[in-house]
T-cell receptor, first 115, second 114 residues
Framework: AQTVTQSQPEMSVQEAETVTLSCTYD???????LFWYKQPPSRQMILVIR??????QNATENRFSVNFQKAAKSFSLKISDSQLGDTAMYFC????????????FGTGTSLTVIP | EPEVTQTPSHQVTQMGQEVILRCVPI?????FYWYRQILGQKVEFLVS????????KSEIFDDQFSVERPDGSNFTLKIRSTKLEDSAMYFC????????????FGPGTRLTVL
């Protein structure tokens, strides 16, 4: 079974600072994808960043980057130069290429950026 | 930018009643999904739909649930006889040719069963 664990229910960061959100997952598969989704208050989830497991290079999207440690089954999200608009719930998700299209989600981390 | 839309945003119903949650996926997408999130818990997969049939479903998606794509644009989730434990946020999602690239989510429908 695939599971995704986010151990930080809530976090806060000062504006312009850097914050790292943790995510671990458990799978016996080798070919999979990992995602971070952001859900601002009262808005839909939007994709922040995506990582393919066979790629060793960590994905980066502007101020957002991941630290993907395949052996440790860890997929953390780093947000640099935090902005007030980064305040949201962040969900880590996993998708297995060979056993279906469903996404497995963690419980989320509520991030507050403090001005 | 195209978005997934869902109606209603909030639905209140009595236990035992039928509800239909509606979604309009992104127009050229091929895969459609329903997920739910009980308050304080994980977002859980319910069902995926491709080529006019269910392609995958979870244990949660029992005989009380059904999905339909009645026309070229809508994608519905029906719960035949609601239970208290069906109270949750229900998210619709859609994806293109490669469902592992990204799933686009709607804003959700909050279902409250009294």
């Amino acid at each position: 079974a695939q599971t995704v664990t986010q151990s930080q229910p809530e976090m806060s960061v000062q504006e312009a600072e850097t914050v790292t959100l943790s995510c671990t997952y458990d799978t016996s598969e080798n070919n999979y994808y990992l995602f971070w989704y952001k859900q601002p208050p009262s808005r839909q989830m939007i994709l922040v960043i995506r990582q393919e497991a066979y790629k060793q290079q960590n994905a980066t999207e502007n101020r957002f980057s991941v630290n993907f440690q395949k052996a440790a089954k860890s997929f953390s999200l780093k947000i640099s130069d935090s902005q007030l608009g980064d305040t949201a719930m962040y969900f880590c998700a996993f998708s297995n290429k060979n056993t279906g299209n469903q996404f497995y989600f963690g419980t989320g981390t509520s991030l507050t950026v403090i001005p | 930018e195209p978005e997934v839309t869902q109606t209603p945003s909030h639905q209140v119903t009595q236990m035992g009643q039928e509800v239909i949650l509606r979604c309009v996926p992104i127009s050229n997408h091929l895969y459609f999904y329903w997920y739910r999130q009980i308050l304080g818990q994980k977002v859980e997969f319910l069902v995926s739909f491709y080529n006019n049939e269910i392609s995958e479903k979870s244990e949660i998606f029992d005989d009380q649930f059904s999905v339909e794509r009645p026309d070229g644009s809508n994608f519905t989730l029906k719960i035949r006889s609601t239970k208290l434990e069906d109270s949750a946020m229900y998210f619709c999602a859609s994806s293109g040719l490669n469902p592992h690239n990204e799933q686009f989510f709607g804003p959700g429908t909050r279902l409250t069963v009294l």
